[in-house]
């Protein structure tokens, strides 16, 4: 099968990285002046070098996202369905090896979270769970799908990498977005998070959008855990990642996630915190390098940075969060994946929004059926 | 609002206003609203996507004066004909019209329109009794082919949609115009007043525009702008504009010593 891995192989981490961190200011400057930016470009804007441009990027980011996708939010609510998985991610709340009672919503249980979304206005909703292939697989999501889509007019789905014929199946059920993301294009740091379980393998999660975009899907979500490998080379790779999927696949749109690693009790990771001036930086770059890009931004992220995001290039939201099954419905927040950083109200997000000049925007898709 | 010399008809109705707004991309409805009233339009498109029409009453319809405007529904977001006609049909029915502004576009990166599906559509949608205004390249041929199969208008692109780029395609939306024995309504790429202006003079029948409105500092003025490009461009094109010369004309430094 022609996939994503037969460029991926050609490439190499430190030689990539070394030309990212080997730009100078007059690449940059170049980068900045150009209309149409290439992946040199991102290179240049993603380097260290860029920093003191911030400004200016973000005013150009601003500007042609405007002119793109006009001065508007797009609100989401992910629901989460189960939180078993046979996954070892070190640093996953869902990790096989975590001690939490485990649970999976029963169709009575996926109605009742529907509810509640719908009441809070929600109308485009993303489905999550971990990975557990006997119980939460193609025929859960497919009754799922089946009973959400009579609640909600866009159905996203955010769960472990499916066959191209479960994709189509999707697909015609009314699914339009499937978001997988890679974590880390460094296969050696890749194997040490993710030591145990189907998503040990790499090189299958490194094909699964190519999965997804032979099924047809209409929109493919990518992003990278910002901090488990250097964040600039892990989104260069993402960005070329998108480049080949964009001319493959090219009638699907594309989206774009920025989670951040943040240390955490019962979780393994010693990195270095990304900063906000640097996911700042990165979600200009991307915008200057692709235009037509979605770039969405999770509750992870704290409400003064989210605030100012609103205008900075962002495109999608969630609000109001609940990262654990049945948490909508539930009275206190237990079994969650990771803890959110901006507990406000849907309404106050989108208060929020209009206080800054921005429709927030609830409803932007309709499934159809024939 | 002035009235011209010819009165706008699109299927035998007739339009004051020649400026299409399009209803997307504002930060909030009220700007929309604003902007609505002061382009004197009457018609503006709305993505039925947008539209929730599990609700009794939709939050962005609140704010269109539908005694004053006509909605034109848009099938943004259709991929093939067969996805556009089901679209068609379920604005119709949620938005009580049988007007539509046929969109396909299995592009989402510059949205370009796919003429095969988009001929195949409108011929169906016809047939259904829709009143089809379909979004297409500037290609004259390919409007020729949709008024064999009964189009009411046809709505090629300046430029890309939301490119404010203005009338890349002038040298074939010229021969549109000539050609055309239904209103051309040039669409997308319109960035100012002075691209809207220019396509009038050069005879298009209406312009529609969203974006530059939509993302100005101050839409309702900006749509007031427009009104009056349209209204400007339109007179010139009805008064008769001067012949454009290539070179200067006062002397003949070649013929001149014939007078001598």
């Known amino acids: 099968m022609n996939s994503f891995l037969q460029q991926f192989q050609k490439t190499d981490w430190l030689d990539i990285q070394r030309r990212i961190y080997g730009q100078g200011n007059i690449d940059v400057k170049r980068a900045l002046a150009k209309k149409k930016r290439d992946l040199t470009d991102l290179m240049a804007l993603l380097s260290p070098e860029a920093m003191p441009y911030l400004e200016e990027m973000a005013q150009i980011s601003q500007k042609i996202t405007q002119e793109r996708f006009g001065k508007t939010i797009q609100l989401f609510a992910p629901m989460y369905v189960s939180n078993e998985c046979q996954n070892i991610c070190t640093y996953c709340g869902f990790s096989f090896t975590n001690q939490i009672p485990r649970k999976t919503l029963t169709e009575e249980e996926l109605l009742q979270e529907a509810s509640i979304l719908k009441k809070l206005g929600f109308n485009h909703v993303l489905i999550v769970s971990g990975e557990a292939n006997y119980t939460v697989n193609i025929n859960y999501f497919s009754k799922a799908v089946a009973l959400l889509r009579k609640y909600f007019a866009n159905i996203s789905i955010e769960v472990q990498p499916l066959s191209q014929e479960e994709y189509q199946k999707l697909n015609l059920l009314g699914v ?195 | 609002m002035r009235n011209f010399k010819d009165i706008l008809k699109i299927a035998d109705s007739p339009f004051k206003s020649r400026l299409l707004l399009g209803t997307g991309k504002f930060g909030s409805p009220s700007e929309m609203q604003s902007a609505i009233v002061e382009s004197e339009t009457e018609m503006v498109t709305v993505a039925l996507k947008r539209v ?149 003079e050069m005879g298009a029948d209406a312009v529609l525009v969203n974006t530059a409105i939509a993302v100005a500092n101050h839409p309702p003025e900006m749509a007031e702008a427009f009104k009056l490009a349209v209204i400007a461009g339109r007179l010139a094109y009805e008064s008769g504009l001067g012949p454009k010369g290539n070179t200067a004309e006062a002397s003949s430094p070649l013929t001149g010593f014939l007078n001598d």
């Not at chain 1, 790779?237 to 001319?247: E, S, T, V």
């Not at chain 2, 379909?134 to 009411?152: M, N, S």
């Not at chain 2, 000539?178 to 396509?199: C, F, K, Y």
């Open chain 2, 52 to 200: 929730d029409s599990r609700k009794k009453e939709d939050d962005l319809l609140t704010y269109i004066n539908r005694d004053r405007v006509r909605l034109l529904p848009n099938t943004s977001g259709a991929r093939t004909a067969k996805e556009a006609v089901f679209a068609a049909k379920l604005a119709r029915e949620a938005l009580e019209t049988n007007w539509l502004k046929l969109e396909i576009h299995p592009d989402p990166k510059y949205l370009m329109p796919d003429p095969i599906e988009t001929l195949k559509a409108t011929e169906e949608l016809v047939k259904e009794g829709f009143i089809v205004l379909p979004y297409i390249h500037a290609d004259p041929v390919l409007c020729k082919r949709l008024e064999e199969v009964g189009t009411a208008a046809v709505m090629p692109l300046g430029s890309p949609i939301g490119t404010n780029k203005g009338l890349k395609s002038a040298t074939f939306l010229e021969i549109i115009i000539e050609q055309s024995t239904v209103p051309v309504i040039v669409d997308a790429g319109i960035g100012s007043p002075s691209h809207a202006a220019e396509a009038m």
């Open chain 1, 176 to 370: 339009h977005s499937v978001l997988v993301y890679q974590e880390t294009y460094h296969r050696e740091i890749y194997k040490t998070y993710h030591p145990k379980g189907k998503k040990a393998n790499f090189d299958y999660r490194l094909t699964t959008p190519d999965r997804i975009g032979k099924a047809g899907i209409h929109k493919i979500g990518l992003g990278v855990l910002l901090g488990l490998a250097d964040w600039r080379t892990d989104s260069l790779y993402c960005a070329l990642h998108l480049d080949y999927l964009q001319k493959t696949y090219w009638r699907s749109k594309y989206s774009l996630s920025f989670p951040r690693m943040r240390p955490a009790e019962g979780i393994d990771w010693q990195g270095k915190v990304m900063s906000d001036r640097e996911l700042v930086q990165l979600i200009c770059a991307y915008r200057l390098w692709n235009p037509d890009l979605e770039l969405s931004l999770s509750t992870r992220e704290s409400e003064v940075f989210r605030d100012h995001a609103i205008s900075l290039g962002v495109t999608s939201m969630s609000a109001g969060s609940k990262t654990n099954p049945g948490g909508y419905s539930a009275e206190e927040d237990s079994l969650e994946q990771f803890s959110i950083d901006d507990n406000r109200s849907p309404k106050q997000i989108s208060k929020i929004i209009s206080s800054k000049g921005y429709d927030p925007v609830w409803k932007d898709w309709e499934i159809l059926e024939y």
